[in-house]
């Protein structure tokens, strides 16, 4: 929907989708579900709304696992892979993810101004991605740039790769290859180690674990990035949320839910039909393409104020991570990497504004809603060492 | 007595409930809540009632007993 007014204010563009109707179709055919009821539904039927069939024509070379998936075999992979992202593992990384943040901040505190989106938002996804599966991070700036080049060219979207696309997949796709052959039969204590050293019936497949790897860097790294983005703006841009932030640390992640809610990065996930489905009164055909808007249903039901920021309200549920068997795998991990930006971010520089004569516009048409760029200045913070 | 249950066939381990009331609800090895009693008294009601609207697979019921 290109001509959804979004790069200003999200509330606008996801209510001019919403007005059209719980369940309407666009004009280029799909199906969308806006209200949480709707969307609700889909989450609970996915044998109805495959997952599968949506991700399955996205071209790469290998299904990406577990989201091009459908049950039955579906549970298999999330038994294996929710514990290996479950919170407990990811408290026991935070140490060395609190470190990370912190050297990134204290690369720019001292010089009165950054930009969050490229100083921070998106080299910390990707360096906790490399740190989760055991590679180094000086690996960090070449994967970035593949990531980056092939999701600006959505790997979901029609036509023929350009040539500069297919060598970023490729770039991608060899240093994965790499990375496994490197690891294999070698012990260590990484996810992808751990992944490696299963044996027999539950052995993956080199076409799994590479399918895995793709699925966290297409979809773990600039939804993350998005996120940080954001949660800065809000932040930025309104002084009065950031002091009452400040003065109550238990605040912290109601705010972030809240950001979360208001500005999900992945505003809507695919789906086909595969039967004829009523949802909400309206009947849906077989093998419609289906377009869940985790957005508008964030901003649905019985809240009193659905689009702005309620830190009152900021433990109650929303979509952003989906729901259903297919519930975000990285839910915990982004949720942590969020948390810790912001302390961090905070202990040095709690004072701060837009840089003059910013206007922090989201990118659109898009699949990940995301800022360009947020540029920052602040006080000079004192050497910390 | 209030009764606090997951409803095991809805939860997909958002971690919502064991993160924000610990004092209610345990986690496994893959993340899914764990009721940590069943029975609870009345003063934890409105903490029980907190926990369902945070629950976004609307898995978690609480009911007077």
Redesign the interface.
Known sequence: MPDVPMAEDRSIGFRYIRERGEVFQAADGTWLLTSPEAV?FA??HPEIFSSAEAFGTSGLPVPLIPVAIDPPDHVRY??IL??M????VINAMEDELRAQVRELVEGFASTGSCDVVADIAKLYPTQVFLTLIGLPLEDRDDLIRWVEIMNENSITGTGQPTPIVGEAAMSLFGYVQKAIDDKRGKTSDDMLSHILSFTGEDAWSNEEIVGLCILFTVAGLDTVTAAIGFTMLHLAQNPELRRQMLADRELI?PLIEEVLRLEPPAPTTPRVTTQEVEVCGVTIPANSPIMLCLATANRGGDRELPDDIDLQHG?????T?G???H?CLG??LARRELRLVVEEFHKLIPDYELAPGTQPRVVWPSSTLHLKSLPLIFPPAESQR | MIRLTIDNALCTGNGRCHALFPELFDDDERGYGRVLSEELGDEQLEQAQRAVIACPEQAISVTSS
Do not use: Q
């Open positions: 609700r989450h609970r999330r038994r929710d514990p992202l479950a919170p407990r992640g433990e109650r549920g929303h979509a991570f729901g259903g068997i519930r839910a915990h």
